[in-house]
Structures are given as structure tokens and as C-alpha cells.
């Protein structure tokens, strides 16, 4: 017998919520490094602390892993739900704020060192809206083109990715639903943003000219 749409629903979200709380980058250093990025640099999951500490390699690999936590499960409830209408495509979004909810508060460690959501929520848009999530890449890339600094490129991208939901869906829900992913990276991003305004700030490339 078929289990109801409800149940699988809220299966999906529990199993959102799960799999983005795998700390991938945690995982990756202490098994193959030496690294313990919870006491070093930022103490932070991310991409970004790992490439720090670890190098490339590690980042690249906690990147993929952390894009693929909203992929899979926003994926997975897009293909479950018929996408048309507002009904369904909360429920998507519900499961996408559930998986990022993990990576923020990941119930391994305690709730605590989570990363700061945006290869999540770039993993989320991959599915839920490929031209809003290309819009933002490209003005991550821009930003990082000319700051140099990874954090200014993740806060622009998250900034413009509500108002891009907003132009391709002309619905304000969507467009609120995804203002929720990009105040809780600026929230995440405070430390970030306080080293910004003082200019000090850790820049990607230290030999750029």
C-alpha cells in the first residue's frame, strides 16, 4: 500500500534536514588530514575554511558535498509533487529551508559550527530555478572578480537571488520563501561582514595584482 503524500512529505523533510547536517568538510580533514578546522581558522564546516586549512583539493570536495545536500532532497521533492501551483511548490521550498537548516544547525555536532548555507542554497536553486541560480552565480563570480574576497561574492549572490526568484516567477511567495535563505547567510555572515567594513577581511588570491 502507498503511504499518503503527507507522510512522504514529511519523511522527506526529516530526511532534508539529515543529510544537510553531514559536516562533509569535519568529515574530510579529520579522516584524510591532519586539520581540525573546528579549532582552526574559522571554525567553520564550509568550503572556505577548509580550502584555508586543508587546500583546494578539500574545498572542492566539501563544496560538492554541501552543493549535493539541497540538491538531492529539493530534487527528490520535485519530482514527488506536481510543480504546478503554490501548494506544491511551498512544500519544495520547505523541504529546501529544512536541508539548509541542517547545514546551519547540523544535529551532529550538537546544533553548533554549521556552515553559512550558500553551496546549500546553490544546490537548492539548482532545481528549484536554474536561471535565478545562474544570476547569482554570476554575480558571485563578478564580485569575487573584483573584491577578491569570497565572502562579498557569497553575500551579492544571496542578495540578488530573492529579487532574481522575483523577476522569473512574478509571485511574492517564492520571492519571500527565498528572502528567508538570504537573511540567515547575512546573519551567518556578521563576523564576515564586521571584517569587511574594518578592511580586514581575508582575500582569495594574496598575489593578484
Not at 8 to 32: D, E, M, Q, V
Not at 52 to 72: E, N, Q
Not at 91 to 106: D, N, Q, T
Not at 152 to 173: F, K
Request: positive net charge; charged residues 10%; contains cysteine.
Amino acid at each position: 500500500m502507498e503511504l499518503p503524500l503527507i507522510y512522504k512529505i514529511t519523511g522527506l523533510t526529516i530526511f532534508a534536514y539529515l543529510l544537510g547536517s553531514i559536516p562533509w568538510g569535519l568529515l574530510l580533514t579529520r579522516y584524510f588530514s591532519s586539520v581540525n578546522i573546528l579549532e582552526q581558522g574559522s571554525g567553520n564546516i564550509g568550503a572556505t575554511n577548509v580550502r584555508r586549512l586543508a587546500g583546494w583539493h578539500f574545498g572542492l570536495m566539501t563544496l560538492v558535498g554541501d552543493v549535493l545536500k539541497g540538491l538531492v532532497p529539493v530534487c527528490l521533492a520535485r519530482n514527488m509533487l506536481d510543480v504546478e501551483g503554490i501548494g506544491p511548490q511551498l512544500f519544495i521550498y520547505i523541504v529546501a529551508l529544512s536541508s539548509f537548516s541542517g547545514h546551519l544547525f547540523p544535529i551532529y555536532l550538537g546544533f553548533k559550527n554549521g556552515g553559512k548555507g550558500v553551496a546549500t542554497t546553490f544546490g537548492c536553486f539548482l532545481v528549484i530555478s536554474v536561471w535565478a541560480c545562474l544570476t547569482s552565480l554570476l554575480t558571485f563570480m563578478v564580485a569575487i572578480w573584483v573584491t577578491n574576497r569570497a565572502s562579498i561574492g557569497s553575500l551579492a549572490a544571496s542578495a540578488v537571488l530573492p529579487l532574481a526568484v522575483l523577476i522569473e516567477t512574478s509571485l511574492l511567495l517564492p520571492a519571500v520563501c527565498t528572502a528567508m535563505f538570504t537573511i540567515m547567510i547575512f546573519l551567518r555572515h556578521k563576523d564576515n561582514i564586521k571584517r569587511i567594513l574594518r578592511g580586514t577581511e581575508p582575500v582569495i588570491w594574496k598575489n593578484r595584482d
